[in-house]
């Protein structure tokens, strides 16, 4: 789509950068600096403009991107849309929401779609902060704490004088105020405001100066929490706190480093759950930076499917009433209402699994899982799974060899703990019991341990069955040789004692614990590809998950392509052993990626379609397992580490 360029200063050149790697093309530049418009517009073989109406009389493109000074934005966008032209305007919409209104209401009139920067709520680091909040583990969330420091302005701009004349709210304020409107919805009232004229000694006061460089004010949302906002010219942009955002809850707290920013950064959102320590919370996805033109090319798209979008441009309208309200506070000393009818946010959607998964088709996991493994004695486990919960993880693999489900059912079910329908449970029953009776009193006991209604997926631990003891419950709090007595049984020459099941036998007794709603979908773990081929063949609800023991010294290459060819998802458990961590070949792709061996085992697995669930007790650890889904490694690499099986 040709679109045309208003505007050609400093932040034109960002939204210009993505051009070419986008399906929008730039045929004209506006700026009242005709030699700012002419080098832009050479650079895109462009025609270059100094006067707005010329640029609308010649050039026919359907889009214009309005990237003015703030106080310009609003009578550029009137005349462009007066134009019949769709545009995409900086922030803010305009100076007033009385302007701002009438701007929406003119490209509705007219049909025209009406986009509005910025476009953060759409940034990685911004959507898995609303994903984390959505899941319910803060609670109530009632109360907010927002910054935005836009610092010393004249150091870091080479033409100031816009942003110091508008103020901190107009520019800096926005950011905070776009990311929790999308979240919470409309903002009803401000309750309080005050402004300082705070300024260094040596600042010039002259006319291009805002009265009100340094803003403080507590806002109130229809259905939301209470947000105390702070914006500031004087508190230096190279402060510890720049734009950051900390939403408070009945249980918990998240916090999003910088509201404003392209990218995540691994650190950039900090979760605390009930009476734990923060911990941080990385986003299990490669790092991307979100460029400025995105959001021009999702209104580009509305436009082709002549359904012409203005929905940042109302909610862009209503922070800019909120503004005027703030300002109106603070003058006034009062409680102001926001006069604004922009619709409310649209909460996230508490369940993170799709339709078709919930219906039981392919199993959409999360990258990485945590691994819960059978931990013998003392507490230790307990901060390593609260951490767990805490940095993101949606995948707990659980078992009732393992003896401690019941403490992971405590901190799900605890302050602080995620929504039960955000989490995926994955529950296996012991090789002694898979006897008839035995199998659906093992899943029974392990649901009421968990104190959960049904698993998400309940695999077989073992295919083969061994003899029947006792119940297993709460393992991990008996004595080791009681642990070992109950689970391992032998005969008189210390060999396991067999049961005798067959594996499609206990296939049928796990078949029918999906008619009677104990789990959702079935697994199977530690089979070979025969085994699988063979119960597959045989199955009336064939597995949705197989897990075996897999890493680059046993890739199980076969076993996985065999799966993924059948939509059948592949957990790899044991996927970091000593020796590998230590091999050289592993070392060399390590520091080749700037990251540790651990990293580099566990982004193998993720780049490959299988789901890792490494295990630790170290809340350290913890994240950096998880954080390990953000990096990619080249195609050298993974023929490296695939062939150390050989």
């Known amino acids: 789509m040709n679109c045309l360029v208003v505007g050609a200063g400093s932040v034109a050149r960002e939204y210009a950068a993505g051009v070419g790697s986008s399906r929008l093309c730039i045929t004209g530049v506006c700026d009242l600096d005709r030699e700012r418009a002419r080098e832009l517009a050479t650079d895109h073989d462009a025609t270059a403009y100094t006067a707005l109406d010329e640029l609308l009389a010649a050039e026919s493109a359907p889009l214009v991107l309005n990237l003015t000074g703030h106080e310009a934005h609003a009578a550029v966008t009137r005349a462009c849309l007066s134009a019949d032209r769709h545009v995409f305007s900086e922030k803010p919409l305009a100076m007033n929401p009385e302007t701002a209104d009438e701007l929406v209401a003119l490209a509705e009139r007219r049909g025209l779609a009406l986009g509005c920067a910025p476009a953060n709520p759409t940034g990685d680091a911004q959507r898995h902060a609303r994903r984390l909040l959505a899941d319910g583990r803060l609670g ?33 304020a926005v950011y905070p ?28 006061h002259s006319d291009e100066h805002t009265d009100a460089p340094h803003v403080e004010a507590t806002l109130a949302f229809v259905d939301g ?25 009945d249980d918990g707290t998240l916090y999003l480093d910088d509201t404003g920013a392209l990218a995540a950064t691994e650190s950039a959102v900090t979760v605390r759950g ?23 090319e999702r209104l ?26 703030i300002e109106q506070a603070a003058e006034s000393g009062g409680s102001v209402a ?26 959409h996991l999360p990258p990485i899982g945590f691994g819960c493994s059978r931990y013998r004695d003392g507490d230790y486990v307990t901060p390593a799974l609260g951490a767990a919960i805490d940095a993101g993880y949606r995948l707990f693999d659980t078992a009732e060899l393992y003896g401690n489900e019941w403490r992971l059912g405590d901190l799900l079910a605890g302050s602080g703990g995620p929504d039960r329908e955000t989490v995926f449970l994955l529950g296996k029953p012991w090789r002694t019991n ?23 997926c309940y695999a077989l631990h073992w295919p083969g069955a061994w003899e029947h003891t006792s119940r297993l419950r709460r393992l991990s709090e008996r004595p080791v040789t009681e642990q070992e007595r109950l689970t391992f049984p ?157």
């Open 140 to 172: 109530d969330v009632q109360f907010v704490t927002a910054t935005a420091n836009v610092g010393r302005v004249d150091e870091w701009h080479n033409r100031p004088a816009s942003f110091l004349r508008v103020g901190p709210l107009y520019d800096g």
């Open 177 to 204: 105020l776009t990311l929790l409107v999308a979240w919470f919805g409309r903002v009803e009232r401000v309750r309080r405001a005050d402004r300082l004229s705070l300024w260094p000694a040596e600042t010039d």
């Open 225 to 249: 929490p209470a947000v105390a906002l702070r914006t500031s010219f004087y508190v230096d942009h190279r402060s510890r706190e720049f734009y950051g955002l900390e939403c408070h809850g």
């Open 274 to 296: 009930g009476d734990r320590e923060p911990t941080t919370a990385p986003h299990p996805v490669p790092s991307r930076e979100q460029s400025r033109l995105e959001a021009v």
């Open 300 to 325: 580009a798209d509305a436009i082709r499917r002549d359904a012409p979008d203005r929905t940042t441009a109302r909610r862009g309208a209503h922070v800019v009433a909120v503004c005027a309200a």
């Open 338 to 363: 926001v006069a604004s009818d922009a619709p409310t946010g649209t909460r996230p959607r508490r369940d993170w699994r799709p339709d078709s998964e919930r219906n039981g088709a392919t199993l």
């Open 434 to 456: 898979h006897g008839p009776g035995r199998l659906e009193r093992a899943c029974r006991g392990s649901l009421t341990e968990l104190g959960i209604e049904a698993f998400d």
């Open 490 to 646: 032998t005969d008189e020459s210390g060999e396991p004692t067999q049961a005798e099941h067959t594996l499609v036998e206990t296939w049928r007794r796990m078949e029918a614990l999906v008619d009677a709603g104990l789990t959702r979908t079935l697994g199977v773990c530690n089979v070979t590809l025969p085994q699988l081929a063979s119960l597959v063949d045989r199955a009336r609800i064939p597995p949705a998950l197989v897990q075996v023991e897999s890493h680059p010294g046993e890739p199980r290459t076969a076993l996985v392509r065999w799966c993924h060819d059948r939509g059948i998802r592949v957990v790899a458990h044991s996927p970091l052993p000593g020796a590998l961590r230590d091999d050289p070949v592993v070392g060399s792709i390590a520091r080749r990626h700037d990251l540790t061996p651990t990293a580099v085992l566990l982004a193998w697995q993720v780049q490959r379609g299988v789901v890792p669930i490494p295990t630790t007790t170290d809340r350290e650890h913890v994240v950096e397992n998880l954080a390990a889904a953000r990096h990619r490694l080249d195609e050298a690499a993974m023929e490296q580490l695939s062939g150390l099986g050989q």
